[in-house]
């Protein structure tokens, strides 16, 4: 449990830091959305082929995969419905909600909490492989249609395609699926670019809190509000359900299961937010609610299930 502390210590650290560069200035007025290009288009997709790329085979596609991608499925599903039908959001801020309120942070968070507390840097990989396979091409291609100036089914496909996330993504998951060993002068280099993805992603969300109010009025309060409630306590519930009663899983594979839920929102929702400027501050609250309540929420369930 120290471990883990210490790992949201880091995480804590940084993201103040990026705050107060936000706060004196030191990057000038661009640099949030200069940092933001360089995450989603070089440091991400790079992080992601490393990750895919060094997974264990069997264990991107073991019995974790599909609770966890039904889990998902569901949260995003229920709230998109209270979103469009009771709501009327528009369609990007419904999907950046839904995001926010069913995709976790496997990757930044994920692996070392799971090295941490469940001994294995590896479980996230089948969540990780959902979300960047599944998730975030479907999510990309849907930004792409109601954010574009033109609605070009074959332009919105291409840029799906081409999308840097997604092309790292699934080249990683090739990699990974036919064994292909990388010489080490091709790894190398991608070890120390990936190494800067995590760091400054937090530095550029610890920017953009600057001058910004955590559920301030006239900022979506509703909507964070039920993401977050989603996120920390809906999703890991439902998770357990599946996991113990509908797929009768083992305790050690239920546990992961419901560690894996109780993740906060991933830092990639505001990425994805900021990219296409639609609802980033739903996606930053949330972000920001779910990662601090996700400490308590990860005591509980070692408690209760550990």
């Not at 830091?17 to 640099?31: E, H, S």
């Not at 840029?159 to 090739?174: C, D, F, L, Q, Y």
């Not at 977050?228 to 009768?248: D, E, R, Y």
């Amino acid at each position: 449990m120290l471990n883990a502390a210490t790992g949201f210590a880091v995480i804590g650290l940084a993201i103040a830091v990026g705050y107060l560069i936000g706060r004196i200035g030191l990057l000038g007025p661009q640099a949030g959305p200069v940092l933001g290009r360089l995450v989603f288009f070089v440091l991400s997709p790079v992080l992601l082929f490393v990750v895919l790329s060094e997974a264990d085979i069997a264990t991107l596609f073991s019995a974790l995969l599909p609770v966890s991608a039904i889990t998902a499925v569901l949260i995003i599903a229920l709230y998109a419905t209270i979103s469009r039908v009771f709501w009327r959001r528009p369609v990007g801020d419904t999907l950046i909600g839904a995001l926010a309120a069913g995709q976790v942070n496997s990757n930044n968070i994920g692996i070392p909490l799971s090295l941490y507390l469940l001994g294995s840097a590896a479980y996230p990989a089948p969540v990780i492989l959902f979300q960047l396979l599944v998730l975030v091409p479907i999510s990309m291609a849907i930004l792409e249609s109601v954010t574009a100036t033109t609605r070009n089914v074959g332009k919105i496909v291409l840029r799906t395609v081409t999308n840097p996330v997604v092309i790292g993504s699934v080249a990683g998951t090739i990699v990974a699926a036919t064994g292909l060993q990388l010489p080490q002068l091709v790894t190398e280099p991608l070890h120390f670019l990936a190494a800067a993805c995590v760091p400054v992603l937090l530095l550029s969300y610890g920017m953009s809190l600057h001058g910004q109010r955590v559920l301030a009025a006239g900022g979506h309060r509703r909507e964070v509000i039920l993401a977050t409630v989603f996120k920390l306590i809906l999703m890991p519930v439902l998770a357990w359900v599946l996991a113990s009663l509908v797929f009768g899983l083992p305790e050690a594979k239920t546990l992961t299961v419901v560690v894996l839920a109780s993740l906060p929102t991933a830092q990639n929702v505001f990425n994805f937010a900021q990219r296409f400027g639609v609802a980033e501050t739903v996606a930053r609250d949330t972000v920001f609610l779910t990662t601090i309540g996700c400490i308590p929420l990860l005591i509980a369930v070692l408690v209760l299930l550990g």
